[in-house]
């Protein structure tokens, strides 16, 4: 990277469509020390990953490293439309009036809602449970699926986990689909993605382990 001829470096700190992979806390932090390097912004893809998803607020936070831009989507007004980004002031010194516009941001109803959601899942205690879920989540789907062939690995952060399989997981999701259990792809459609509601419960979890490793167990 030579100064003035990069402008931004943009990436997940999980990626989600690429196939629920967490990004090392040092390969982040090289991001960062790159980016001021060479006078680039740091910016985050925080859409999927943020407002609790990882356990902490932003999933950034678990390396320490803090971007120069953020965005922000879905998750932000519970499912109403909204786009936001997050600047520093730096950041924000250099736009003027126009340089940047939102389809979905701005709207008071929707930023009522967001507003109510940020409170809600900034709060320490919620933050405590997702990191708990997550955990039990997660370690209980290595265990279980630990003896069967399909499964090359079991990765995530927080309540957004997935099951790197050895073959198609459309097949996966279809069956745990039609056993009451809703789930979808990632990667190049060899990960099994999960990103259960933030407020799932326990026993929910539970269930979700064995109807898992239940249907992995079968293609097998």
Do not use: Y
Not at 82 to 95: C, H, N, P, S
Not at 114 to 124: F, G, K, N
């Amino acid at each position: 990277m030579r100064r003035g001829r990069t402008a931004a470096i943009l990436v997940e700190p999980v990626q989600g469509e690429g196939g629920i992979k967490p990004a090392q806390a040092a390969f982040l932090a090289g991001l960062r020390a790159l980016a001021d390097e060479s006078g680039a912004l740091l910016i985050f893809d925080e859409v999927q990953c943020g407002l609790g998803r990882s356990g902490r607020l932003w999933a950034h936070e678990w390396a320490g490293v803090t971007p120069d831009m953020m965005t922000l989507a879905k998750p932000l007004a519970a499912g109403l439309p909204i786009g936001a980004l997050l600047v520093t002031q730096a950041v924000a010194d250099a736009v003027k009036p126009g340089d940047h516009g939102s389809t979905f941001a701005g709207g008071p109803l929707v930023c009522a809602a967001a507003e109510h959601v940020l409170e809600r899942v900034s709060h320490p205690d919620f933050l405590a449970a997702v990191r708990a879920r997550g955990e039990q989540l997660l370690h209980g789907l290595r265990s279980a699926t630990a003896g069967l062939a399909a499964v090359r690995e079991v990765r995530g952060s927080g309540l957004l986990v997935g099951v790197q399989l050895d073959r198609p997981a459309a097949p996966l999701v279809e069956a745990l689909r039609g056993a009451g259990l809703l789930a979808i792809t990632a990667g190049k459609g060899d990960v099994l993605r999960l990103a259960p509601p933030l407020v799932v419960q326990q026993t929910q979890v539970n269930q979700a382990i064995a109807l898992i490793a239940r249907e992995i167990g079968r293609m097998s």
